[in-house]
């Protein structure tokens, strides 16, 4: 297996920046609603994370128009500004403050989506788009592990409020690597048909190609909804804050080892047995959640949620470039959206009124919906993808 990727110096900066950044956030966000939970202010935080992605939806619908203004390399360091202010703000554990800053962190993030977007459009050549994905995201996840793993074990050493800011102070160390970006402009003009604005994407939100890819979209968000809100807050019930860390590490470490191999593997092989094969995964994970609450069969759900997130997901950003091109960024703008309202957004607000195991049957027939979409979109599309 011959990797390019880590020749390029600029992918090379993005790729160690979102690993010390999400070597923070990861951190942060995964016992965000577990260390709430011990302080009776769970649905603070329930409510905080609803507000952040829900504020992605405009963080998408403007990041088109701001990345193209203010260019990719502004657009990243202003995003991850967004996401060390509200690591700091969680310490303070103000509930006005919190939530402005899940809303600001919210449009930081939408915005840092196009312009990854965009990043890997202009540096990935067509062929290698799976492995330039792959890399960034294994380098942003095995941070995230680190960060998740770590923090169980400065719980021996330090309080959480503590570990927060240490946290916090890691992520500006990723983002001040984000000024030594080389030039991210678009070389050539831009036609009048390629400029971002609202008809355009009204339009591609009635393309045929965007509407069989939404079913897996909303599937996947709701997932990584539960993943993030859910999840921890059941594992922290049943065994103590301390096997949070413990038990999602398993679903990072997983991606760690799995993202950069099957990304570099759609480019020779092709999207969609990844992608199918990514979504099996998360079906079986979800269905030990269902039949098996022990804490072994938690660490083994966790391993095929790693394979889930992990198999398809170069793949899939690879074939929203390969049918989009230069229309990326509002494509992954209409679609994020969708995801998010949903997807995401319900998952943090639907476990008030259903149990855990509704939920996650609500999984299971997202996740078929999406295969059987994806199918007709191979089938009418992209055949020799």
Do not use: C
């Not at 390029?8 to 939970?37: C, D, K, M, P, S």
């Amino acid at each position: 297996m011959k990797i390019i990727a880590f020749k390029n110096r600029n992918l090379t900066i993005i790729a160690f920046a979102f690993g010390l950044l999400f070597f923070g956030f990861n951190a942060a966000e995964q016992h965000f609603t577990a260390f709430y939970q011990t302080i009776g202010q769970v649905n603070l935080a329930f409510r905080s994370l609803a507000i952040l992605y829900g504020a992605i939806v405009l963080g998408n619908f403007i990041g088109p128009a701001t990345v193209r203004k203010i260019g990719i390399k502004l657009a990243f360091i202003i995003g991850f500004a967004t996401y060390v202010a509200l690591v700091f703000g969680i310490v303070l554990k103000i509930a006005f403050l919190i939530y402005l800053l899940s809303f600001i962190l919210g449009i930081g993030a939408g915005v840092i989506g196009i312009a990854r977007a965009d990043f890997l459009r202009l540096i990935a050549p067509k062929d290698k788009r799976g492995e330039f994905t792959g890399t960034i995201e294994s380098v942003r996840t095995f941070g995230g592990f680190l960060g998740v793993a770590g923090v169980s074990l400065f719980l021996k050493a330090l309080d959480i409020n503590q570990i927060f800011l240490l946290l916090g102070m890691l992520m500006l160390l990723g983002t001040s690597l984000l000024f030594f970006l080389g030039n991210l402009r678009e070389k050539p003009a831009l036609s009048q048909n390629e400029v971002h604005n609202f008809k355009l994407m009204v339009k591609l939100a009635q393309d045929p190609k965007l509407l069989f890819l939404i079913p897996h979209s909303v599937a996947g968000g709701f997932l990584l909804g539960l993943i993030l809100g859910a999840i921890p807050t059941v594992i922290e019930k049943n065994f103590g804050l301390g096997w949070v860390g413990a038990i999602t590490s398993i679903f990072h470490l997983t991606l760690i080892l799995v993202l950069l191999p099957a990304g570099y593997l759609s480019d020779i092989k092709g999207r969609f047995g990844l992608i199918y094969s990514s979504i099996i995964a998360n079906i079986l994970a979800v269905t030990i959640f269902l039949n098996l609450k022990t804490l072994p069969a938690l660490a083994f759900a966790m391993l095929f949620l790693g394979l889930g997130g992990s198999l398809g997901q170069g793949a899939f950003t690879a074939l929203m470039l390969d049918t989009f091109e230069e229309k990326i960024k509002e494509a992954s703008s209409v679609l994020g959206n969708l995801g998010l309202i949903l997807g995401i957004i319900p998952s943090f607000l639907l476990p008030q009124w259903l149990s855990q195991n509704q939920l996650f049957y609500l999984v299971i027939g997202l996740s078929l919906v999406g295969m059987v979409s994806l199918r007709t979109f191979e089938k009418r599309f992209r055949l020799s993808t």
